[in-house]
Nanobody, 115 residues
Framework: QVQLVESGGGLVQAGGSLRLSCAAS????????MYWYRQAPGQQRELVAA???????NYADFVKGRFTISRDNSKNTVYLQMNSLKPDDTAVYYC?????????WGQGTQVTVSS
């Protein structure tokens, strides 16, 4: 079965950095489009960044210039490097894989940015 396991979340001060990882198994990772979403308390889940199987990346406007998505197909892992973090970035961060029209989600990792 498909498993996506996020890690790397935690508590950081405003202006700090975190690197999230999402390790995938049970899926043809190299063919999958990978996404990072986030959901803050009381808010809808929103798209943060996406990376295609070929490595092309797209970002939500609110993270452009601060976050970088990348992937390592040899490790079946997608990353989200988050710099210049703001309190508004506080949320549970989820990774998602899209393959052959099906979505697969991880359990999420909490990111808390203190002011």
């Amino acid at each position: 079965q498909v498993q996506l396991v996020e890690s790397g979340g935690g508590l950081v001060q405003a202006g700090g950095s975190l690197r999230l990882s999402c390790a995938a198994s049970g899926i043809i990772f190299r063919l999958s489009v990978m996404y990072w979403y986030r959901q803050a308390p009381g808010q809808q889940r929103e798209l943060v960044a996406a990376i295609t199987s070929g490595g092309s990346a797209n970002y939500a406007d609110f993270v452009k210039g601060r976050f970088t998505i990348s992937r390592d197909n040899s490790k079946n892992t997608v990353y989200l490097q988050m710099n210049s973090l703001k309190p508004d970035d506080t949320a549970v961060y989820y990774c998602k894989a899209l393959l052959y029209g099906r979505d697969y989600w991880g359990q999420g990792t909490q990111v808390t940015v203190s002011s």
